[in-house]
């Protein structure tokens, strides 16, 4: 009789299921894991602090397209992984949290990181939360949540593994290893559903696509570029989608933000259809910044629940976005379809403004580096195949108007949660997905505080990331929007030091860049690409320069200080006055 305890059950299951990364912070609870025979094949990433961890499997995800897994001890180690399930959860990345506890034996004793309910804690941010209680059972449920993680709409699971549980032994024979995992086919749009879709797009003048993860996750960027190209119409793409369309493509319209534009300049679209993407922040939710007046929506949704969220729908259509994607291509195909060049003229012209706007910037030959020049010379510097990682407020929006994203999975950035600090975790998880390519991690000052040690893990992996500070010696998003509410001199805990971040990541064993003149960035950026070994380039850029991001979040709340006395309106920055519903 062979007997094998819990953690030889845990690494088989993930390695017959595909799993072969995971990022973890070591805790006595997991030893059971980490010593285990099949232990051997997974590559364990360890990194500082398990919030990064959380991140870099939310990133794994992100840039592979396929599950990613993180596993962080009991008590503390399931608190600090709460920020990066919470950031998973809202964005619908799919993502498997393993996490050691107390002895179920020890239950309500005040053992060592125990005395709290961790499940309870994860269920209102996961897909699934569930407690292993026998040993037997750790193969078919985390199979189970492998699943559950990646069909239906994607999002992030927990599974708790008790010590007793995971270190007990079982007759091998007792035990089931699921052979399957996930359905062969997934769900596909009705006949009805797709002929109404292309009437739609046959009798629009002004049609656009936009892509979000649901595209991405379901595989369907060949069969996206396939309808566009066929109906001639241009496509835009939330942050999770971007790439999938070429950035050289004629129709490729850029960022979610290219709807915005197009309504400014007169030219609004008369059809979207979101596909994947949801109606929220990243899409104007029940503004018409975007999603202009009298448009007509078409939304294709894994989940059900999700059309007409915050917008009435002209068709809704429950199915996997590739799914859709194919069955309205193959008809397509049999259409002859109206000529749209000047449509697609003005897309790419909208597309192309925000840059146009900062391109005095790119000339200036004195210091403060203007940040939309940061932006730019990093992308230049980076090449076409680059994986690029954006995070902090004001920085990742001057990076989204300089990027030119390859393919899917190579444009990292914020979400719903606006969760800063994620950007070394995501580059982690890039370079170690993509070793064969350049991640470059351009990162605000604010943010870069809050993973720092994750130097660390890149020097220790081997992992010659090359990050960016946008050093402005501020919260950039959060100052200017103090003084755009409030008026000037009125900043409050938003102000930062000069810090040489670079010498800081220097003892950690990087490659240092500190940069204040203009001329000096580009060569500073090559010398960091080609160092082969992680590097910090810290930047010193102009602290007045707002971005356009803030001015359309908060400027239009401006000013509530009029002659000296306070005015009526209340204003929440971020969000909708008191005064408008």
Request: net charge negative.
């Amino acid at each position: 009789m062979t007997r094998i305890d819990g953690g030889e059950l845990l690494t088989r299951t993930l390695v017959r299921h595909g799993v072969r990364e995971v990022f973890t912070l070591h805790g006595g609870h997991l030893d059971a894991a980490y010593q285990a025979p099949s232990g051997s094949e997974l590559r364990w990433i360890d990194t500082r602090h398990e919030q990064a961890a959380g991140h870099a499997a939310d990133g794994w995800a992100r840039t592979t397209g396929r599950v990613g897994v993180a596993m962080v001890t009991a008590g503390p180690g399931v608190t600090d992984v709460v920020t990066a399930v919470a950031n998973a959860y809202l964005d619908c990345i799919p993502t498997l949290f393993l996490a050691g506890a107390a002895p179920l034996r020890d239950a309500e004793t005040l053992p060592l990181q125990g005395g709290f309910d961790q499940v309870a804690l994860m269920c209102p941010i996961t897909k699934w939360a569930h407690r292993i209680t026998h040993t037997e059972r750790i193969p078919d449920l985390v199979a189970q949540g492998l699943r559950t993680a990646t069909t239906g709409r994607p999002g992030p699971v927990f599974l708790e593994l008790p010590i007793d549980v995971l270190f007990a032994r079982v007759d091998e024979k007792r035990v089931n290893f699921p052979a399957f995992l996930r359905p062969q086919s997934a769900p596909a749009p009705t006949s009805d559903a797709v002929a109404q879709l292309l009437e739609l797009l046959a009798t629009a003048e002004r049609p656009v696509l936009l892509a979000g993860g649901g595209a991405w996750f379901s595989g369907g960027a060949a069969e996206l570029l396939a309808v566009a190209e066929r109906t001639g119409t241009p496509v835009v793409t939330n942050g999770k989608a971007h790439g999938l369309v070429p950035p050289d493509h004629p129709l490729c319209g850029g960022s979610v933000s290219t709807l915005a534009i197009l309504q400014q300049v007169g030219t609004p679209p008369d059809l979207v259809v979101l596909l994947g993407a949801r109606i929220g922040l990243f899409t104007g939710g029940r503004d018409t910044t975007m999603l202009p007046r009298g448009v007509r929506i078409v939304q294709v949704d894994i989940s059900g629940e999700e059309i007409g969220r915050n917008r009435d729908v002209h068709l809704g259509i429950v199915a996997d976005c590739r799914e859709a994607l194919r069955a309205v291509a193959a008809l397509a195909a049999a259409q002859q379809w109206p000529a749209r060049a000047a449509w697609q003229a003005a897309v790419h012209a909208a597309r192309g403004l925000p840059a146009q706007l900062f391109a005095s910037a790119l000339t200036a030959d004195a210091p403060p580096i203007h940040p939309f020049r940061l932006a730019y010379e990093v992308i230049e510097a980076a090449g076409a195949d680059a994986v690029i990682v954006a995070d902090g407020g004001e920085t990742a929006a001057w990076v989204d108007m300089a990027a030119r994203v390859p393919r899917g999975g190579h444009w990292l950035s914020h979400g719903y949660l606006g969760c800063l600090g994620t950007g070394m975790p995501f580059a982690i998880a890039a370079k170690v997905a993509h070793p064969d390519q350049p991640v470059v991690c351009v990162t605000g000052d604010g943010s870069v505080g809050l993973n720092f040690t994750e130097f660390d893990t890149m020097a220790r992996h081997g992992l010659p990331i090359v990050t960016v500070v946008n050093n402005d010696r501020q919260w950039g998003m959060s100052a200017h929007g103090q003084e755009l509410i409030y008026g000037a001199g009125r900043r409050v805990v938003t102000d930062l030091a000069p810090t040489r971040y670079d010498l800081a990541a220097a003892g950690f064993g990087c490659h240092a860049e500190h940069v204040e003149r203009p001329d000096d960035l580009a060569p500073a950026l090559r010398r960091a690409l080609a160092a082969g070994r992680p590097a910090c380039v810290n930047v010193m850029t102009d602290p007045a320069v707002v971005s356009p991001m803030t001015i359309a979040m908060l400027g239009a709340a401006a000013p509530t200080l009029e002659q000296g006395c306070e005015s009526e309106r209340v204003v929440l920055p971020y969000y909708k006055p008191l005064d408008e519903q």
